[in-house]
């Protein structure tokens, strides 16, 4: 079976999330710990920002730069200082703020395949995409949201299994989409 890139898109957004909910509905208490020590969690918020800024290079040697394509010898390097320099300098809050930076990347490659692809069902993945890149610029600019959200979600073993439920619900609905439609 040839599966279509927004296919195997939505399946891999689908792969990653599933744990993460699964953990909620599962095991609110260890959930609700590891979400509280995320932030400030330094080996998380540089794993985050290095593949970040990998993922960004990646793109941006990708991409046509006119005059300034002979830069693109320099894009590895660059990028190996940039992200040390990230790590070093920004290390308050740099989980969300890294994780933030990958809401932003993930949506390029999904909305490309939701835009070539023909069901109306693409939709669907369109505004996924465009609800991670909003996610993401706010986990950016205001990386304290990620607390306070975290915090209000999962003040209870009751609403972090909600919150689990409904993204199982929502990862549920991305396999079907991934498996039958797209």
Known sequence: MNMSTLAILTL?????????YAMFFISPSVTREGLRR???DRWSGWLLAIAAVAWAAWLLHGLPLGRFESLKTWLVPAAVVFAGLVCYYMEELLAPRAFGALLLLYPAPLLDAARLHDSGWSVVMSVVAYAMAIKGMALLLSPYLFRHVSERILNTDRTCRL???????FDALLLLLATTVF
């Open 38 to 40: 995320f932030p400030r």
């Open 163 to 169: 919150a689990g439920a409904g993204g199982l619900v």
């Open 12 to 20: 891999l957004l689908a792969g990653i999330t599933l744990p993460f």
